[in-house]
């Protein structure tokens, strides 16, 4: 059982550039969501997501865009990278949104911008 | 004040010794309150969970909440250099999928053998 996969592990960008980064899970969890996470904070909520064809916004969106088509996938789009950007990303994943559902998290993505 | 108040460490201890972890919290409306652990270049992973005050026991782990005084606080028994991680405090307010979840700062953890 694979749980959360995140890829890629590490990625480099300049600054302006787009890119996606993937998230997937086989655990059939209707909750899915994003977090950053940067040196000296807690993790910060991003966008999530509790359904196919639903996402909704977190702490802090901006500069990123999200989708859900599948149960499975849960991509997170930089639309236009900032250094501001640069952080290590998340993403996490349990059964339902419930208050007492257990997230799963991935390995995380280290993003480097330029 | 922000919500969630951890101090950062790092704490560095001997094997064999008793850890105390510590978070401290303004919100009234958090409910439901957890312990992560995260290694190195890893993702956080649930350790521990709870929902009211008073003391819960997994092993060499004991969870503590405080409600009145708004803390909370991880025990870990006997420690071990297997339990060198970050340890990240987290607490959950809301209902249904609209839930807030936050997180602390996370304490650095390390075990000397």
């Known amino acids: 059982n694979a749980g959360v996969t995140q890829t890629p592990k590490f990625q480099v960008l300049k600054t302006g550039q787009s890119m996606t980064l993937q998230c997937a899970q086989d655990?059939?969890?209707?909750?899915m969501s994003w977090y950053r996470q940067d040196p000296g904070m807690g993790l910060r909520l991003i966008h999530y997501?509790?359904?196919?064809?639903?996402?909704d916004q977190g702490e802090v969106p901006n500069g990123y865009n999200v989708s859900r088509s599948t149960t499975e996938d849960f991509p997170l789009r930089l639309l236009s990278a900032a250094p501001s950007q640069t952080s290590v990303y998340f993403c996490?994943?349990?059964?339902?949104?419930?208050?007492?559902?257990?997230?799963?998290f991935g390995s995380g993505t280290q993003l480097s911008v330029l | 004040q922000k919500e969630v108040e951890q101090d950062p460490g790092p704490l560095s201890v001997p094997e064999g010794a008793i850890v105390s972890l510590n978070c401290t919290y303004s919100?009234?409306?958090?409910?439901?309150f957890m312990w992560y652990r995260q290694y190195s270049r890893k993702g956080p992973e649930l350790l521990m969970y709870?929902?009211?005050?008073g003391n819960k026991e997994d092993g060499r782990f004991t969870a503590q909440v405080d409600k009145s005084s708004k803390y909370i606080s991880l025990f870990i028994r006997d420690s071990q250099p297997s339990d060198s991680a970050t340890y990240l405090c987290?607490?959950?307010?809301?209902?249904?999928?609209?839930?807030?979840?936050?997180f602390g700062k996370g304490t650095l953890l390390t075990v000397n053998p």
């Open positions: 996490a994943s349990s059964l339902t949104g419930d208050l007492d559902e257990k997230l799963f």
């Open positions: 655990m059939n969890h209707e909750y």
């Open positions: 987290a607490m959950k307010s809301g209902g249904g999928s609209n839930y807030k979840l936050t």
């Open positions: 709870t929902y009211s005050s």
């Open positions: 997501s509790v359904g196919a064809g639903i996402t």
């Open positions: 919100n009234s409306a958090f409910q439901y």
